[in-house]
Nanobody, 121 residues
Framework: QAQLVESGGGLVQAGGSLRLSCAASLRVFRNNAMGWCRRAPGKEREFIAAISWSGESLWYTDSGKGRFTISRDTTKRTGYLQMNNLRPEDTAVHSC??????????????WGPGTQVTVSS
């Protein structure tokens, strides 16, 4: 049974927006930090955003600052990544992940299969 499932990916023109969602099981969501990563064809996986369990600590990769917003709804056990002003270089499979700990920094043990984001120029 999948414990993390992403949705919200798709095809969008440059400058457009997408909101990715990550539905989580109770076991991998409660008390855990959450992050988002992406992997473009031929490239290494890149960590792009993270949020602590309390929601008070956020982190973004430099290319995402000012464009991406990470959040989560604890009542729905769902995480979100709002992506604005998308660029062709954002094209990748985007995955969410959680780690067994409240702080966002550290090893992430649980991963979703990912959702494809394609940005056309």
């Amino acid at each position: 049974q999948a414990q993390l499932v992403e949705s919200g990916g798709g095809l969008v023109q440059a400058g457009g927006s997408l909101r990715l969602s990550c539905a989580a099981s109770l076991r991998v969501f409660r008390n855990n930090a959450m992050g988002w990563c992406r992997r473009a064809p031929g490239k290494e996986r890149e960590f792009i955003a993270a949020i602590s369990w309390s929601g008070e600590s956020l982190w973004y990769t430099d290319s995402g600052k000012g464009r991406f917003t990470i959040s989560r709804d604890t009542t729905k056990r769902t995480g979100y990544l709002q992506m604005n002003n998308l660029r062709p270089e954002d094209t990748a499979v985007h995955s969410c992940a959680t780690r067994d700990g409240a702080r966002w920094r550290g090893l992430y043990e649980h991963w979703g299969p990912g959702t494809q984001v394609t940005v056309s120029s």
